[in-house]
């Protein structure tokens, strides 16, 4: 990589453009102003995001997939307005914390969330 390139990749990265179109406006491979930015310290820059259903602000966390939705109450809800799928909503009470949740299609399900699946077993059971 030239010293040219890499000011045209500076330019490019303060003017607020992603990896990838540096890539297609100097040449380069994309790794390799990956690797070049990662030298310098350098993150993606930051963009909105916004859930796709009811609109609240999403944080991305770093090394991990995009994230399109809030919750998976949106999601489903969010699918369920698409017209692709038809399920069934069951209202449940959580049998460790006791607070009201929606269950797609599992009529089974216990607990709201996974902290208190993982609460309960470390206490010794359900609270009923």
């Keep these: 990589m030239t010293e040219k390139q890499k000011k045209q990749i500076d330019v490019c990265r303060e003017n607020g453009l992603t990896i990838s179109a540096i890539a297609d406006v100097t040449g380069l491979s994309v790794s390799a102003i990956k690797s070049y930015c990662s ?22 966390t770093e090394k991990h997939r995009e994230k399109h939705f809030c919750n998976q109450s949106c999601y489903f809800r969010w699918r369920y307005a698409q017209g692709d799928i038809k399920r069934t909503v069951y209202q449940k009470k ?7 949740f929606t269950a797609a299609s599992k009529k089974e399900q216990k607990y709201c969330s996974c902290a208190c699946f993982y609460a309960a ?7 009923e």
């Design 94 to 100: 959580c049998a460790h914390c006791g607070k009201p």
């Design 121 to 127: 077993r470390k206490v010794g059971g359900e609270r």
């Design 39 to 60: 030298r310098r310290n350098e993150a993606e820059p930051p963009s909105d995001f916004h859930c796709k259903f009811c609109g609240a602000a999403l944080m991305q």
